[in-house]
């Protein structure tokens, strides 16, 4: 059997000697079938895993589109494929159309990224006005998540209860994740054009598509050829709807609904510096200076990944993603309707860009998640197979990463026995970590087997004494243990 990671790089080579014909060419034309065996292969596997019910995948190179398709069902109940025509909720990935939004206002010069949000917000407390449009991109405004407050109130009243929070930071200081932000830039955008948040984003990005893109923060209304959002619940073992709904107010930060290929044809148009000059939408992925050194953030873009191989975007509820490799003029876009136990994200993107470019290949982390997978699709000792092969193959990685998130894959959903099983090959794969005994003590704590829960907890301790986790577990036992020494 030979390493998997040899087969990416065979694929790899396949795709860049594809794409360097024509890399000066751009077809955005969108054609349906048309899809790379890599990705493919790996984004089955991942829906088995994470029992999907159903996604949409895009991956576009230097203005090819290398894989673009549909998986499983939209709907599960009337057992409904995904389409072309399929709109997914896409969640926070919304706030990447609302960052060009607000770029386009500062374009056209309505707008400038120092101006204070009181020069259009009326009503603000003294000590918010000098807040501006800049921090609210950034998540760097320290103002209250009105998420946190009664969504049943209206504008005027939740201004003003939330009015009374002090600031969490000075504006500027770091980053901080804040749906505030995106109802604010909202308001912005419909008191400078004297619009509707959606008339002026569908006019100035999504023209002529009507059908293929809808402004709606309730997932329980009904939309033709929407998909509802699945949660797993566990006590049932079984999905049922998401009841998601945040009004009117949160379309900015979440009310995107798109098509597939509406959200293909969008890159374009940003690619192509249809939506925003080249040097607009370079400011708007750059990197905001924060007070705080430790926080990264652009204009509502994320940035992501290690030196080298960043990449810049959002993903939205668990289910959506949409990432641009900007050197390597690589975009992939994730789109689904719900999991089982939550995707990560940020594995599929690594995963795929590796595929697509041998500069962008993490060897570590896509051999970590070919053997997450394999745990979770296979049998144990299959599994063990699996992994067993590729340990001989790579003798340099580490897969620690794929042994602790396997475990607590197997915990999460009351498969007890399976995570015994894997937090013990961790052990014995790495004797010398603590993490290691300390999950293998906490499976064991779940399955009321105390003293074997006891043992590896003290041998965490050894290991790592300042490991807290496991002083505080201890202790737990020996309360346990004394109070059923009593009862006995």
């Known amino acids: 059997m030979k390493t998997k990671i040899s087969v990416f790089l065979v694929l790899i080579l396949n795709i860049t000697l594809t794409v360097s014909c024509s890399k000066n060419e751009k077809n955005t034309s969108i054609k349906s079938g048309q899809f790379h065996t890599g990705i493919d292969n790996y984004i089955l596997s991942l829906i088995k895993a994470e029992q999907i019910p159903g996604m949409a995948i895009a991956v576009v190179k230097d203005g090819q589109i290398i894989h673009k398709k549909n998986y499983g069902v939209a709907n599960i109940a009337h057992n409904v494929p995904v389409t072309d025509s399929t709109l997914f909720r896409v969640y926070s990935s919304t706030k990447l159309v609302t960052a060009v939004a607000i770029f386009q206002l500062i374009e056209d010069n309505k707008i400038t990224l120092n101006d204070t949000i009181s020069k259009y917000i009326d009503k603000l407390p003294e000590h918010w006005k000098n807040i501006k449009i800049k921090h609210l991109l950034t998540h760097s405004s320290g103002l209250p998540d009105y998420k946190n407050f009664d969504k049943q109130l209206s504008d005027e009243s939740l201004l003003f209860e939330i009015s009374k929070e002090i600031l969490h930071f000075e504006k500027g200081d770091k980053f901080e994740y804040n749906q505030t ?6 308001l912005i955008i419909e008191k400078v054009t ?13 023209e002529n598509n009507e059908k293929q893109v809808i402004f709606a923060s309730n997932s329980l209304v009904a939309i033709p050829n929407r998909v509802p959002k699945y949660q797993f619940n566990k006590e049932y073992n079984a999905y049922e709807l998401s009841t998601f709904e945040a009004g009117k107010r949160s379309l900015a930060g979440n009310g995107l609904n798109i098509t597939l290929n509406s959200f293909l044809e969008w890159n374009t148009k940003l690619d192509s510096h249809k939506l925003l000059k080249e040097e607009t939408k370079l400011k708007m992925i750059s990197p905001f200076q924060f007070t705080d050194s430790n926080s990264s953030f652009g204009y509502s873009w994320g940035i992501f990944g290690p ?3 960043q990449y810049y975007g959002f993903a939205g509820g668990g289910v959506s993603a949409l990432m641009k490799f900007i050197d ?3 975009t992939i876009i994730i789109l689904s309707n719900g999991f089982k136990n939550r995707p990560i994200i940020s594995n599929a993107i690594t995963y795929i860009s590796g595929l697509m470019d041998d500069e962008l290949v993490r060897k570590d982390r896509m051999l970590n998640e070919d053997i997450r997978l394999a745990f979770i699709i296979n049998d144990f000792k299959t599994a063990v197979e699996i992994y067993n092969q590729i340990k001989q193959d790579n003798k340099d990685i580490n897969f620690e990463r794929a042994l602790t998130r396997t475990g607590y894959f197997h915990l999460s959903n009351n498969e007890i026995t399976k995570s015994i099983s894997i937090f013990t090959l961790y052990t014995k794969e790495y004797p010398n970590s603590y993490n290691a005994f300390d999950s293998l003590g906490e499976a064991y704590f779940k399955n009321k087997q105390y003293n074997l829960a006891e043992k590896n907890y003290r041998i965490s301790l050894n290991l790592a004494p300042k490991n807290k986790n496991a002083e505080t577990m201890l202790k737990k036992i020996q309360e346990i243990t004394n109070a059923n020494t009593t009862r006995n």
């Open 181 to 186: 932000n995106f109802w604010f830039l909202q």
């Open 194 to 206: 004297n619009q509707t948040f959606e008339t002026f984003v569908r006019k100035n990005q999504f």
């Open 328 to 330: 390597k003029d690589l």
């Open 307 to 309: 030196e080298g191989k």
